[in-house]
């Protein structure tokens, strides 16, 4: 199977009369249709990596490739239409807009990529809502869901413009036990049946006990790769 991310000896550093190595060397990759986890100590790196494999900041040596692509001989403008194409985002605190309905929060990549709503984007909005249970809630904004609906919003937008890799930042972090266990799930689902190639950071092992695949960090450098540990 293709790589849809591989990460290559990636460093990051912050600072300048200081300088402190977060990153040290980091190295691995996913293949199509993975189901993996990002754990770690708090302060392991773990966040700082997803900022770099979700385009939101450059490494300070090293490269990364998405899709094939060597996303270093991108300059910001082709970086951020590549971000809208090819990755998917799921965070701990939903981002939702308050002013917009269910509908249209799932719209909105699809809506920044072409530039004006069309019905296909509805269609697909409407889509992905029934399939995470919220068909009859297509017209309620945010504070009219509980925490898990709303989580579920987001991840039906992380899946709106099918992007080829969705990176979910803690997403079940900021949940009770049951709505965490129904979030996690329904990812699970959405890669069964979609096929989507998921990477999901958390400090949770139930969580990570629950992929494929747990890439471990500890002071910045990877030091497990493989299934999960028991």
Request: no cysteine; aromatic share 6%; proline share 5%.
């Amino acid at each position: 199977m293709a790589d849809v991310l591989r990460v290559d000896d990636v460093v990051k550093e912050f600072g300048d009369a200081v300088v402190t190595r977060v990153l040290r060397g980091v190295g691995f990759a996913l293949e199509r249709g993975e189901f993996a986890t990002l754990i770690g100590p708090s302060g392991s790196g773990k966040s700082t990596l997803l900022n770099l494999i979700g385009l939101l900041d450059r490494p300070t040596s090293g490269r990364i490739w998405i899709e094939g692509r060597d996303v270093s001989e991108l300059d910001e403008a082709e970086l951020t239409a590549f971000r809208g194409r090819t990755l998917g985002f799921v965070f701990q605190f939903h981002h939702l807009l308050p002013a917009f309905s269910a509908l249209e929060n799932v719209m909105l990549p699809s809506y920044a990529a072409e530039g004006s709503p069309t019905s296909a984007m509805r269609a697909r909005a409407a889509e992905l809502l029934s399939a995470v249970g919220l068909q009859n809630k297509l017209d309620a904004r945010p504070n009219e869901l509980s925490g898990g609906q709303q989580q579920r919003v987001a991840i039906a937008r992380a899946l709106a413009h099918d992007p080829a890799l969705v990176l979910a930042d803690e997403p079940t972090g900021n949940l009770d036990t049951e709505s965490a266990n129904e979030v996690f799930e329904l990812m699970r689902r959405f890669h069964r049946e979609r096929g989507t190639t998921f990477l999901i950071v958390t400090h949770d092992p139930r969580i990570a006990a629950r992929s494929d695949r747990s890439v471990e960090l500890v002071d910045g450098a990877v030091v497990y790769d493989g299934p999960p540990r028991a």
